[in-house]
């Protein structure tokens, strides 16, 4: 079956009167809606009337070629400031409480009931936004990029308003964006949206617009049109429009901080206490429709919710998200060069180095659209000195650059360019040049990139290939390179996909994250480069039963990741042979065999216990995850694996676990929210060596409402022998402006002196920080 449409192009109506957004539909511009299925009562309200059929929402899960069993209804409607929307959304079952996790922002629509408005503004199948409420008005917006393939990005958060009304067998949800809050082209009069029902109680998703279930729910090219009653600033809107052109935002911040004691060194009562006031301002101006330009100078980031802590047992660095605001938003135009392990450009690299935090001065971004086909992106920061003392030394003063700029080719691919540049401020480098010469100059690295990237019309090809070189003293004009592709095939049963990856020694992007061509030799101490290919292939075939009750589908997997080295030598491989398990109440069951192949040509000690490995091993193991009915009150992930490691044996148990209380009444809001996350190891080598990891967070989330959040968060691990606590208080007092409170402390593992006591832990750093931001616009 084809995509749903309507009888016509889907109609956004122009009100002539103001809307108050109230989840009350009153206003004349819904009373006049078809598609709504509203009749007034005697009171002169709306009441529902269940005998319109108007059905034409449809399933995406458990399947994607039936009608939608629980009925949506919406319309669209645009003034001079706003785009409305109004969301009918039928309870099946009201005896059942609704699946909601908690009242915070940005909830995840894999667990939670809500209805979303995804806009494409720009017709291009790569990029538009998400808007979403709950039952319970809490908010989600967020980007979709990449054409929406893997979700929404719900970093993006912009100003925008909406209410919702329960009643007993249906809700309703009303919304209203304002044109600030978007990016677009005033004289484009259709634009492409559609709009999904996340009805988890009765464990089923719908769109408006089909979203077959082998794709993502934001996928872009699946998207309906809408049309205005007359293009945005052709109407009687336009002198408005024109002159809301000049939008400026201004964003002051103030914070104060304490802190007492430094890592690695216990902490005592006596020890003193610093106070360190900050002020800094974030600042948008829109510089048109659809470009935009954002200044923050003296950045704080001390509301950053505290990275999640991972257990490394390979060679190289791990990957942790960026959680800072100004560098999450637009981040696709800049973060989406390359590869996972190839990034020219990785936004933690400013301001956050491997010795400490180092304060940034300003910053100054431009991003956005020229015309429907041109995405534009330049950046500019600049971090001040930091003296770390002792042997850590001192980091000097960086400016940071990037440009980035896409154009849309075909039906929603695109050609992107991009140039990475830092510059260490007042800092020589030696060299000696190509003729023999002792040389100096800046320190400097530069990465320039461009590449292609694949998505057709229906989403069953999609694929990447790009080409890097890195710049930097010393470097000859025909070394640095970095190169790869990706192409993926998908259709309902078949998904195919095969990557290559190249990575000279010579490639450098300090601003970026390739950890691979690092290889550290713990005999010589020293960091040895090395050139590195990659080979991923991989084969899916999965099958969709017809309307069974238990199994929505199951699928197998053949996949193989390995990489060699210049001479194409195999130094390490990854195979899988697995069948994974589809429940309809959304439990998944995966089991693999899986083979490993390491030929080290440098010694490693995993464990950092004296234990290393040089040479050939190989080795073969079972893994398991279970993944529970996410619906439910309490849920879990659930992963196990056994098999051979080097020269013995690997049992490692890990998963996560989530319990949520709702309040008792009627409403059953959702009050508290307890998580546990653990990853248990326990590596065998011999009858005399055996070594546990174990890694432990707990997590509480309490919801006071949409606007009041409590958070508790605590992290234990062995294999770092750390401890921190985490305990962060967020008052929205209005949209955009908010009102942090978080206090940290951590601990270290320490000796004891004591005879009958080997360590213990105690506290290292402990800081409170509170912070005030307020937009004005």
């Not at 002159?243 to 020890?271: C, E, H, L, W």
């Not at 020219?344 to 180095?353: A, H, K």
């Not at 800046?442 to 229906?458: A, I, P, Q």
């Not at 958070?711 to 208080?729: A, D, I, L, P, S």
């Amino acid at each position: 079956m084809g995509t749903i449409k309507s009888q016509a192009l889907t109609l956004c109506k122009f009100s002539g009167e103001p809307v108050v957004v109230d989840g009350i539909p009153n206003e004349a511009v819904w009373r006049k809606s078809s598609s709504l299925g509203f009749v007034d009562s005697m009171k002169g309200q709306f009441q529902w009337r269940k005998d319109i059929a108007l059905d034409r929402f449809i399933q995406q899960y458990p399947y994607d070629t039936s009608r939608a069993e629980t009925q949506t209804r919406f319309a669209l409607a645009y003034d001079e400031k706003y785009i409305y929307a109004l969301f009918i959304c039928e309870n099946r079952h009201p005896e059942k409480p609704y699946v909601i996790q908690s009242l915070k922002r940005d909830f995840s629509v894999t667990n939670t009931d809500a209805v979303t408005l995804t806009l494409s503004p720009f017709n291009d199948g790569q990029n538009g936004f998400s808007f979403g409420v709950t039952p319970y008005n809490s908010q989600r917006e967020g980007s979709v990029e990449n054409g929406g393939g893997f979700g929404v990005t719900t970093a993006w958060d912009q100003v925008w308003y909406s209410a919702t009304k329960r009643y007993g067998d249906y809700w309703i949800a009303e919304m209203a964006i304002p044109y600030n809050s978007l990016r677009f082209n005033p004289a484009q009069k259709i634009w492409r949206f559609n709009v999904a029902r996340f009805d988890f109680k009765n464990n089923e998703i719908s769109s408006f617009a089909r979203v077959p279930r082998n794709f993502n729910i934001s996928s872009l090219v699946f998207c309906d049109s809408m049309t205005f009653e007359g293009a945005l600033g052709s109407q009687s809107a336009s002198p408005e429009l024109v002159k809301k052109n000049k939008n400026i935002v201004f964003i002051p911040y103030m914070s104060g901080i304490g802190q007492q004691g430094q890592s690695g060194v216990r902490t005592k009562a006596t020890d003193a206490i610093t106070a360190a006031p900050k002020v800094g301002f974030d600042a948008k101006v829109a510089l048109s429709r659809s470009l935009n330009l954002d200044l923050t100078v003296n950045p704080d980031f001390a509301q950053v919710d505290v990275d999640v802590q991972q257990v490394n047992l390979t060679r190289y660095s791990l990957f942790f998200p960026e959680r800072r605001q100004f560098f999450i938003e637009n981040s696709d135009l800049f973060a989406s060069f390359g590869f996972r392990q190839i990034r020219p450009f990785f936004s933690r690299r400013i301001g956050l180095g491997s010795r400490g935090p180092v304060p940034i001065i300003g910053g100054v971004r431009m991003s956005g659209k020229i015309g429907n086909n041109v995405r534009l992106g330049v950046m500019n920061i600049t971090t001040q000195s930091q003296d770390f003392g002792g042997s850590n030394g001192v980091i000097p003063a960086t400016n940071y650059s990037v440009f980035a700029l896409q154009r849309k080719v075909f039906a929603a691919s695109n050609l992107a360019f991009i140039a990475v540049h830092d510059q260490r401020i007042n800092t020589l480098v030696s060299y000696v040049d190509r003729h023999g010469k002792l040389t100096q100059t800046g320190d400097y690295n530069s990465v320039l990139g461009s590449e292609f990237n694949l998505l057709t019309k229906r989403n069953v090809w999609a694929g990447k290939g790009f080409i890097q070189k890195s710049l930097y003293p010393g470097l000859s004009g025909d070394a640095g390179y970095a190169h790869a592709t990706w192409l993926r095939y998908r259709s309902l049963n078949w998904t195919a996909m095969w990557n290559h990856e190249y990575v000279s020694k010579h490639f450098l992007a300090r601003t970026g994250f390739v950890p691979r061509t690092d290889n550290f030799d713990p005999i010589s101490g020293k960091m040895i480069k090395y050139d590195y290919w990659r080979l991923e292939p991989s084969l899916n075939y999965s099958i969709y039963p017809k309307k069974n009750k238990h199994i929505n589908h199951y699928g197998f997997v053949l996949s193989n990741s390995s990489y060699y080295d210049s001479s194409f030598h195999g130094t390490e491989s990854e195979s899988e042979l697995g069948l994974d398990l589809f429940f309809q109440n959304s439990s998944i069951v995966h089991v693999s065999l899986d083979h490993s192949y390491y030929d080290l040509f440098l010694p490693f000690d995993p464990l950092d216990e004296g234990k290393m490995f040089f040479g050939k091993y190989q080795w073969t193991g079972v893994h398991t995850e279970f993944t529970t009915n996410n619906r439910k009150p309490l849920s879990g992930y659930l992963e196990a694996n056994y098999g051979g490691y080097f020269m013995g044996k690997k049992y490692e148990f890990s998963g996560n676990m989530s319990y949520r209380v709702q309040g008792v009444g009627k409403q059953k809001l959702p009050l508290l929210l307890f998580t546990a996350n653990f990853n248990h190891i326990n590596i065998v080598l011999g009858d005399t060596f055996n070594s546990t990891i174990n890694l432990i967070g707990f997590k509480t989330e309490y919801t006071i409402n949409t606007n009041t959040y409590f958070t508790g968060f605590v992290q234990y691990n062995t294999q770092t022998e750390k401890m921190n606590v985490n305990v962060r208080f967020q008052w929205r007092y209005r949209p955009m402006s908010d009102f942090f409170l978080v206090y940290s402390q951590n601990y270290d593992q320490f000796q004891s002196v004591l005879p009958n006591r080997n360590s213990y832990f105690g506290p290292t750093f402990r800081s409170l920080a509170a912070k005030w931001v307020y937009w004005f616009n």
